[in-house]
């Protein structure tokens, strides 16, 4: 009896010393006398010796870790504060627990220095926008050492970013400043369009004279429609065209130059005609007297 007793004694102490049971979300690493088992235990219930064996769970759950912000100098000489978050799982439980101390540690530690890295090869514009490249860069900056530890990365992700208020009103001003660039570009754009096309009908329309009659009445009917208390009255546009022309030909003549008239030729006098004295006596003749000597004879 007293062995039975001490057999009974014995399973049930081995029974409590020596089960364990493995969770669905953890891996069984067996110490026996301090070295490390070749295989993992899976989950379910797992027999150990009493005293020679020794087992630590690992936990293969995703781990989600958040990186504390940190602050770096981009590329382009900006202060910024960023910080990100990690998603990693343990796929080699013997290596977690050997070849590294605390492995959820050693993955902060090697997540921020990668993260400070990161920052100053990366300009401020690939931070905000481009983050897609900085999340891949990051991941392979931290698959190199996860590997050795027996630690998979999922994915590594920059939460965000921290600018300086200076920083983030310049930005408000060039945002606003490219949207007023946008702006003017469009308008003016419209407004190229809507002369090529008021020049089109405008030719339409010369072709045709009737068609501005008919514009003109188009334009009193919506004038019309709006029941305002004003009159519009048309002015015809031939009669715009005929002042126009108007005034072109006096402008013409009064820029044409004078040509002066050729002086007339010298005309001799005349002399005037003296009427002959009707019935005029007729004048005698007076005898000639024969000259004498003024001096006396001598004698």
């Known amino acids: 009896m007293g062995a039975v007793v001490i057999i009974v004694v014995l399973l049930v102490l081995w029974l409590v010393l020596g089960v364990r049971v493995v969770q669905q979300y953890e891996r069984g690493v067996v110490f026996r006398l301090g070295r490390v088992r070749g295989n993992v ?3 379910g219930v797992a027999l150990l010796i009493p005293i020679l064996d020794r087992m630590r769970k690992v936990n293969v759950q995703v781990v989600t ?3 504390p912000a940190q602050e770096g100098i981009t590329k382009d000489n900006v202060s910024v504060r ?3 978050v990690l998603y ?3 796929v080699e439980p013997i290596r977690a627990t050997v070849d590294v101390q605390n492995y959820t540690f050693a993955m902060l530690q090697v997540a921020q220095t ?6 100053g090869k990366s300009e401020l514009d690939d931070l905000l926008s481009g983050r897609e490249n900085l999340h891949r860069g990051l991941e392979l900056m931290l698959e190199s050492p996860a590997t050795g530890w027996g630690v998979h990365i999922d994915r590594v992700e920059i939460k965000d970013v921290t600018l300086p208020d200076s920083m983030k009103r310049s930005m408000a001003r060039q945002a606003e400043a490219d949207r007023e660039r946008r702006a003017r570009i469009i308008t003016a754009d419209g407004e190229f369009q809507a002369a090529a096309k008021l020049a089109e009908a405008a030719g339409k329309m010369a072709e045709t004279p009737a068609a501005m009659q008919l514009r003109l009445l188009q334009t009193v009917v919506e004038v019309a429609a709006e029941k305002n208390s004003t009159l519009v009255l048309p002015f015809p546009v031939e009669l715009l065209r005929f002042f126009e022309a108007a005034a072109a030909r006096s402008a013409d003549a009064a820029a044409a130059p004078v040509t002066p008239a050729a002086p007339a030729a010298p005309v001799a006098p005349v002399a005037p005609a003296v009427p002959a004295a009707p ?3 007729a004048v005698p003749a007076v005898p000639a007297v024969p000259a004498q000597d003024s001096a ?3 004698g």
């Open 279 to 281: 019935d005029a006596p």
């Open 296 to 298: 006396p004879a001598a």
């Open 65 to 67: 870790m958040p990186v």
């Open 82 to 84: 960023v910080d990100a």
């Open 88 to 90: 990693f799982r343990v």
């Open 41 to 43: 235990r899976q989950p």
């Open 114 to 119: 990668s993260l400070r890295s990161i920052i």
